[in-house]
Each structure stands twice: as C-alpha cells, then as structure tokens.
C-alpha cells in the first residue's frame, strides 16, 4: 500500500510562498484569519483525510455505490465526509458568516479540497457538490429557500446536487426538455428526467436539495429560456416534517473509475407531484449556473491534479524500493555479478516520475493560481482590479480545468507504466487511479466543448484582451527571470513560445474574421493543448525563479526540496514545451481535414 | 451494442494489394495455397468469431477467469477457443505438414488472428499461446517431445504458455534462479516460482505444457546460463496416462483488463516431484526464447491494433447514430430552431475518429508488413534474401510491438471521449477496450524495453545496416508518391522527415561512441515515439499511393473506400508526422535531465 498521498509542504509552498496568500489575508473578508490558524484548518484535514479518506479508497472502488429499489447505497465514509465534514466546516468554510461560513479563501477551500480528493476521489464530491448547489441558493435564491436549505447544506445534514444533464440533449444544454408549469402557491411542478447526476442518490442523509434546470411553460427556445429550481428530493411541509417529493432515483450509473462516487438518472413528477422552486428569475437559470461554472472547473481541476498526485506518490515510492536491473557500463553491456539496482536509478524511470512530478505541481500551480484570480475577484477594491482578475480567470479557467485531466491522465499513465506488470494488477492502486482520472476531461464540459470555450470565447474575448492581460503576466515573470542566472534560456524559451502563440493566433483569425467559426474552431483542441504547455511552462518558470531565489535566501524548505524543484521545471522545458513545436506546425496547417464535406467519408 | 468490430475489406485489401500476399504464395512453402482457399479461411474465421467470439467479450471481461482451491476457472468459450479452435486449424495452421500444420502464411494467420482479438481479446491468446510453445518444441525439441507434446498441443486438447518471468527479476531475465537438477532418467527436477503467466492454468484442457526457463545448476550467471524445459503440468506416464508434476496453481492476479485472459503465479516442484524435460542444448534458452520473440512482439503489436479497431467502429457507430448541437453559423451562433445534428459532423469528433483510423489501419498495414518480412525469412530462395529480411525484420519489430500499444491507446481514448459521458460508463464498451489495451504496453518487453532494443541494438546493428535498409524501402516509396498527382508534398514531407532522424541519431550517437550508453539511450522512449511516426507516415504514404493507383484504374473496392483511405492519410500527415517536430526538438537537446546525479532528486 502507498503510504503518500500529497506533499504538504508542498502545498504550503504553492499557497504561501509561490502564490503570496498571506498578502489576501490582509482583506477585509479574510481579516480574521492568518496563516497560522489556516494551517492549523489544512493539518486537521490532512490529519481527516490520512483517518478517514485514504484508508478506504481501494475498497469504495471494489465495492461500488449500487442501486437497488430505488434507491442507492453508498459506503459507510460518505456520512463521515457529509456529517464529520460538516461540523468540520468542509462544505461551509467558504460561506460569508451571514450563511453560517467562515469567509475562509477559495486558495485554503482549495489545498482542503486537494487533500480530501488526493486521499480518496470517491468521497469529497459529496460534500463539493452540496456546497456548490448551496452557493447557487445563497447568491441567488430568496430569503425563504436560504432559511430553508442552506444551513442543513452546511452542516451535511442535507446534500445538494446540479441537474443539468437530458438524455436527449447531452452537452447541448440548449435542448433541455425538463418543464416546470407554475401554479398559484408559489412552487412549480416539475416534469422530465436528469442523467450524469453525480451524488444524486445516498443512504445517508435524510434530503437531497437539486438545483435543476427547466423550461418554464412558453420560455423562449434555447438557452434563454432556461430557469433554476430548488427540486428537494423531500419536502419540508410546514410543521417542519419532510414529504416524499415525486423524485425517483430511476437507476444509477455503473462506471469504469469513481466507482464509490454513485451517478444517478433522476426522474422528477412521474406522479404529477413533483414541486420546484424558482431561484432568482426566470430565464436566467443557465446565467446563475454559469457564474457558478468557474468554481466547478477549478475544482475539476484540483481533483485531476489531487488523484495525479497520489499516483505519482505511490509509483515513486515503488520506484524507490524496486531492485531491478542494472546500470550499463561502457561496453553497452550490464555485468550479472553486480547487484540489482533500484528502478529509480534508470533515465527512463526517472523520466516517467520527472514527467508525472511536472504535470502535478504544475498543475496544482495553476489550480491555486485560478484559486488566487477568484479571490481578489470576490474581494476586489475596484471595479478596475475586479475587471482585470476576472478577464484574467476566465481566460485560464478552460486550461485549469482541462490540463489537469488530460496531462494527469498521460501522468498516471507512467506511473502504472513504473510498476510495469504490477501497476495492471488490482493488488495496486495505480490502475485504479488510472481508472479514476479519466472521467475528469467528461465532467463539467468535456475536452472538445473547453477547447471551443477557450479559442471560440476566451480568446476572442473584449478583442482580445483577456489574452493581452494574461501574457502581460506572463511578461513579467519572464523578465524577472531573465535577470537571474540559470533562468534565462528558460525565460527566453518561454518568450519565444508567447511569439508562437501569436503567430498560431494570426494564422486561425482570419477564418473567425470572414465569419467561417467552423474552421476557426476546428483545431481548438489542439490549440487547447499547445496553450495549456506554454501556460503550464509559464507555472514551472515561475516555480523555478521562486525555488532559485529561496535557494540563495535559505528558505523555509530543505536545499533538496527546492533543487527538486527546479529539477522539475529544467525537465518541463526539456521534455514537455518542445512539443509546442510540432503543435504549432498543426495548427499552422492550410487543409480543412476534419470539416465535413461530401467526398470525404469516414468508413 | 456495438455491431462491428473489423472491417474485412480491410483486411484483405492489406493483403492482396498493398502488401501483396499473392506474390508470396508462388514460393513453394505455400503452392497448395490460393487466395480463394486462402479467403475462404479468413472468412470462416470471421464467421467464428463473429458466433463464438465477440458475443461473449463483454461478458468476459464482468466474469474474470478466477482462482479457487488451487485451480484457475476460466469462461466456458475458451473450451470452444480451444477445442474448435484446434478442430479449424487455429492453432496448426502455420506449421509445416510434418507437424500437422497447414503451411499457411504468417500474413494469413496474422489476418485470423487480428480478426479475433477484434471480437474478443481474452481468448484468443489460450490458442495462440498455445501455438507459440509447440513453436519451440518444434523447432528445438527431440523426436520424443514432438510426439508427445505436438499433435496433442496443436488439436487443442493441451494448452500450452511461456514461463519467463519470476518475483525477483521482472524483465531482468539474468536474474532467473528456478533451478534444474539433471537426475540419471533423462529428465531434470525443477524447482522455482513464475509470475504474470498468461493463461498458466484453466479448468477445460487436460494438459497444459509450459515452457519454461530455468538454471541448470553450475550454469554460468547471467544470461548465457539459462535453459529451456518442457515442464507439463501432468506429466504422461509410459502407459499413455496423466500423472500430476508437481506444477501447482499458486494464484491468479486479477488485472484491470484482459480479466477473462487468466494470469497466473505458478510453483514447480513444491513437493520436490516436479519434471521438466530440455529443450534443444543447455544454456541456449534464452536464444530459443528469443528467436520466437519477433513472433511474439508481432503477436502484441496486432492485438493492440485489433481492439483499437474494436473500439474505432464502436464510437464510429455511436458518432453515426447520436444526435447533438448544431453547425455554427456565420456568427459564431447556433440556432436553436434548428434540428440537432448528428455527432459525426463536428470538426472535433472528426477529428478523433480520424485519429483512431489512422492509427488502427496504420498500425494493421505496419503488422503485416512484418509478417510479410518473417514469411520471406522462412522461404528465402538465398542467404542475401534471408540476411536482408531478417535485417528489416530486427529493425521494426520494436515499432511494431509499441507503436499499436501506445498510439492504440490514445485512439481508444479518443474513442471513449467521442461518447461522452456514456464512454465512461460499464454500459458501453469503449471503457473495457480501454482497458483491455493498456496490458500491451507491458506485454513481452515494456515500451521502455523495446525503446532501449530500437536505439540501442537495432539501430546500432552491423553498422547501421538494418536502418539503412529500411531508409531504402522508405525512399522506393516516396520517390514513387513523388510521381504520382496530389502526393508529392506528402512524399516531399516524409523525405524531410527521414532526414531529420539521421539529424536526430547524429547528435545521438557521440554519446554511444564515447561508451556513454546511460546517455546515448536515456530518451529511447522520446525516439520510439519519434520514428514510429516517421514509420506509420510511410505506412500511410503507401496507403496513399496504393488508393490513388487503385482510383484511376477502377479497382476492386468502392471509391468511398479509396477516398477513406486517401483522407485519412491526409489526417496522419496533418495532424500526426508533425509531431516530429517537437519530438525531435527533445531528442536533440543539450542537458541531462533523467540522469542521476546527486545532486538532482526526485521528491
């Protein structure tokens, strides 16, 4: 069994030293906490997570949430994430004091959320989700449903889901079916079926508030006519009891990985008495769901990065106790007298581990980053600065959400791959993570939609400006960098690499320009994936500069830890941003390969 | 449920036109053989498998083959992959006549046999290995071992498996210590654990022969000292009996795929009663075992290519059938009074199937083509023939073992992603296809293995004679496209190509000169990726050229066909070769990252 998980100290870094949380903790919102009393927050998580988490990961997979009569059952941990979590404060701390929260940052809710997901990926979307559907209620519902669902959200004794997701409408949400028909006592009756329901169904707590989306009677088509409803799986009636709500859990979803994380088909009004509430106004439910969105991107994000990180620690520490092999010697040959030598020592090896390193705290990088970006957004003293942060936020939200579940992929691919037969058998977890990570490029907007996202609207943005205000950032880091030595060809790389991007840019915009969207969007993907580099390589130039200087100032860390460091981000130049190249020469290409025309079949 | 699973068409256009099976049946070997009989078997495969085969592959993989009081229960089909199998030649067809053969072509056998790992990986390996170990006994075993192992092997009613490896040494074969005591009847006593035996044990055959290598005590170390055994699970007794020989069924390992494919830990000779019988001349185990390897690696390349064309025409089907979005109009919009369109329209999903094609047709014209090199081997009319062959044989064997593997793999991840949320759910098969590959990545030499085999022997061979010959090859191809209307900048691209891996193995090679191997092979991996691109570019070229000729001269397939062929060539060098580019950007870098040095850890 892996004994690792997550590297503290070096989420304390990313927050404290590489992304400057102290420097938030002087705002307003966030007066009454500091890093001490932060820490001592992350330490009692890390301490939950290591009794209460990691322990049962393997065994939530081997032994999936099931359906069964209509309902689901889920493991025993899933009351101690939701009811011990709760009267920790997990789902809560965010939350203004005004809702029974701690107004504690997003940049700590995210190191807590890293550890929960690091330790065990089938149990803290519970918890996640209720927050989530609890912050839709807080920011937009009224008095009423605030009184009435957010603290029992809170304290975990209700959970919370989003029901987004028709059968026949899949990632078009512009297809949503689901009717709501007002009547006169202030609810609506609800009417259609929800599917991909993460948490829709539990054993445990004794209600469930969905926020689903539906069309009001007569809404206009498309996404303009969608509205959010509070949809309770029971009722409160009036004396304070509970009355079955007309929802059915009409069956779940078995999957491949995130088993113990139950996915359910939701069917709501099948016996006409299935009552909604309207949150905020109508026709505005998909614009309430959106401002949300960035949240649950970035927490995909972390997630991805989290089970990276605990495949990464778990194959490294294999690697270190592994003898296999020997060191080859001049003559190209290995000499049987030797003894074996630990697998650690092979350049392959190590480059498999560099590789799965690089990609989780670079990505972990960017999550707190993202997390950063939110914070000043929500505490911001100007309209200026809360401008300027949220351009900046939504032009690296589709990159948050996506480099992680794609790279960490490829990153849990090598650490089974160090295991090598073993890393396939089910006495390892490593398959299981395998398994695990690859739902996070489906969740919340696959690859090809976040892609889209990222060149169709992120780029194109106020004319571009997003994308001005994040190489500016990017400008200054490189120029910090250059005045240090050991840095500057990393630097001058990386400038380089902002130069390609303009250059690819220049190449697709004229498509956009004479109207032609479907050509200008046709390699998003691939644009999707040479930006997350250069970004990514932006992130471990930044690790790089702030390890170097910690080096010369003797930091808080050992000469090991930031060495290892910059290790890391010498072999994300080496080994990672190259590929840029070819990636440009695609997206540079002339022909319109995968634009359907007539004479060109795919049989 | 998916309905196809390979494209028959396909398969014999490999065949008979690009790679031109016909021109090898006039060699004497083959004379009884035309393509009419040769078709006929083909298709009563296809029909088998399509009957006893791809039914039962999902249901294979939810009732894995399991361990249970020292015995392995595998799914009853393998009784009929076995039995059946042997009663239609699938297991003989390649031997000579001598030994109850057919004498058919290893490019027709490789056709049967992608035809059933497409229906139904977990099968077809109980024959084939099977097929592999009377190989060995064939070709290096007495008169006695042939008569009593061959005809009872090559029927089906004995199974038969290869053990190499064991607990302590992985892929470190020096590092085997199962030990032979020779004794004055002729036979040896063993005594020795093997791991991760594929198919070790089954609850149908009577038999099962397995193949094993051992230690003669005395032996010298390494790798020079090890030798070959015949080690029956029952042993047969003078009077035509079945005695237990002291082989036992320590355990199975359970595997993330493959599950109906058992994987078994076996003990010999724990009660000190178990015989094992030699094989050819002590101490040349590992050359026997060797000189089957190319056949093996084959083996792998074309099951990995055979489920990934499994999983091509599964999300292919899905992206025909599934109705989702809209085309964007000329604002970048959607309107939502249009109808839904089908998925196979949007630029993203073409693309991905595209991809998938590209690496399943691909990867199935590179492995006949080295079927085609082992079926020139074994008739060679010259010993230059035989000495060429072989040569480019040695050369791609490791590309035609990983490039299928890993390539495969991301295609069945794209194919997965093409369904979205459902790809990842046990309803759907793309997810078991996504697992079932991942195996092949460690079969029989891991990626790391056949990379470090690529750079450090076969190109390095006889002075780089072997990569010269294949240059050769690859030039015949490209100055033919060169002539050849709508290909030339194809053909152009791949000659630049060719030269930039001499570029690349210029900067490479100092390093092996100065006896540096740690260095000269310590990116074998990025190198793999890199030629095996520049490889599968020349398949596609040929593809190419073969469809372009087969359109203006009105050939036996439909023009959609051709077209598809010509388009998806397109796709490889427009969205594949050029990630050359950057792959050679790597190899060609200055540091040395993956090297261990003190001062560089990995933590």
């Known amino acids: 069994m892996a004994e690792k998980y997550v590297d503290v100290d070096t989420l304390k870094y990313m927050l404290y030293d590489v992304h400057n949380l102290e420097e938030l903790l002087s705002r307003e919102r966030f007066q009454d906490h500091d890093k001490e009393s932060l820490d001592m927050f992350l330490d009692s998580v890390k301490e939950f ?6 322990p049962y ?13 209509g309902k689901v059952f889920v493991h025993d941990q899933v009351k101690t994430m939701m009811y011990k979590g709760g009267e920790m404060g997990l789902i809560s701390a965010p939350f203004d004091y005004d809702s029974g929260g701690l107004q504690i940052p997003l940049m700590t809710q995210t190191a807590v959320y890293y550890t929960l997901d690091a330790a065990n990926n089938h149990l803290p979307g519970y918890a996640a989700l209720t927050s989530g559907s609890a912050e839709l209620i807080v920011h937009f519902g009224n008095k009423e449903l605030n009184e009435t669902y957010v603290p029992k959200m809170l304290s975990g004794q209700w959970g919370g889901t989003m029901c987004l997701t028709e059968p026949q409408a ?26 991909f329901i993460s948490g829709g169904d539990n054993n445990f ?42 929802v059915t859990t009409v069956a779940d979803f078995q999957k491949m990985g995130q088993r113990g994380y139950c996915t359910t088909h939701l069917g709501f009004g099948d016996a006409d008495n299935c009552r909604g509430w309207l949150v905020g106004e109508a026709n505005k439910g998909l614009h309430y769901m959106f401002l949300m969105m960035n949240g649950a991107r970035i927490a995909v994000g972390r997630g991805a990065s989290a089970i990276a ?74 309209p200026e ?28 691919d090598n650490g089974l791959q160090v295991l090598g037969g073993y890393g396939f058998c089910t006495d390892f977890i490593l398959q299981q993570y395998y398994r695990d990570i690859r739902i996070f490029a489906l969740y919340e907007g696959t690859t090809g939609i976040q892609s889209q996202d990222l060149l169709g609207r992120k780029v194109t943005m106020q004319n571009g400006k997003a994308l001005q205000l994040l190489s500016a950032e990017i400008m200054k880091t490189i120029q910090e960098a250059s005045k240090v030595e050991g840095l500057q060809s990393y630097a001058k790389t990386l400038g380089a690499k902002l130069q390609l991007t303009q250059k690819v840019l220049g190449h697709l915009m004229p498509h956009a320009m004479k109207g032609d969207y479907e050509r200008y969007l046709a390699d998003a993907s691939v644009f999707m994936e040479f930006l997350s580099l250069v970004i990514i390589g932006w992130t471990w130039l930044n690790l790089g500069l702030n390890a170097t200087n910690a080096l010369t100032t003797e930091g808080k860390y050992s000469k090991e830890f930031y060495e290892s460091k910059i290790h890391t981000m010498k072999y994300f130049f080496t080994y990672e941003i190259p590929k840029t190249s070819g990636l440009a020469e695609i997206l540079l290409n002339t022909e319109s390969i995968t634009i359907k025309k007539d004479t060109e079949p795919i049989i």
Chains 1, 2 share one sequence.
């Open 49 to 54: 997570a290591d009794r209460e988490l990691f």
């Open 57 to 69: 990961c393997k065994e939530m997979d081997e032994n999936p949430a099931y359906h069964k009569d």
């Open 170 to 195: 899949g990632s078009s949400l512009s297809d949503i079916t689901t009717k709501a028909t007002p009547t006169d006592d202030g609810f609506y009756k609800i009417l259609g079926q929800k599917i």
């Open 205 to 246: 707590t004794e209600n469930i508030a969905h926020l689903v989306l539906a069309r009001i009677e007569g809404a206009p088509k498309g996404t303009k006519g969608i509205s959010l409803f509070v949809v309770p799986k029971n009722r409160p009636t009036e004396n304070g009891n509970l009355e079955f709500n007309d």
């Open 309 to 382: 990180s605990a495949a990464y620690y778990a194959s490294l520490q294999y690697a270190n106790e592994r003898p296999q092999g020997r060191k080859l010697s001049s003559d190209g040959k290995k000499n049987p007298d030797e003894n074996q030598t630990l697998i650690i020592n092979h350049p392959d090896v190590r480059r498999m581990l560099l590789q799965q390193k690089s990609v989780v705290e670079g990505s972990m990088s960017l999550t707190f980053l993202s997390a950063k970006y939110y914070d000043i957004i929500e505490t911001a003293t100007s």
């Open 385 to 412: 600065e809360k401008e300027k942060y949220n351009l900046l936020l939504e032009m690296i939200i589709p990159i948050v959400k996506t480099y992680p579940s794609e790279a960490g992929r490829e990153a849990i």
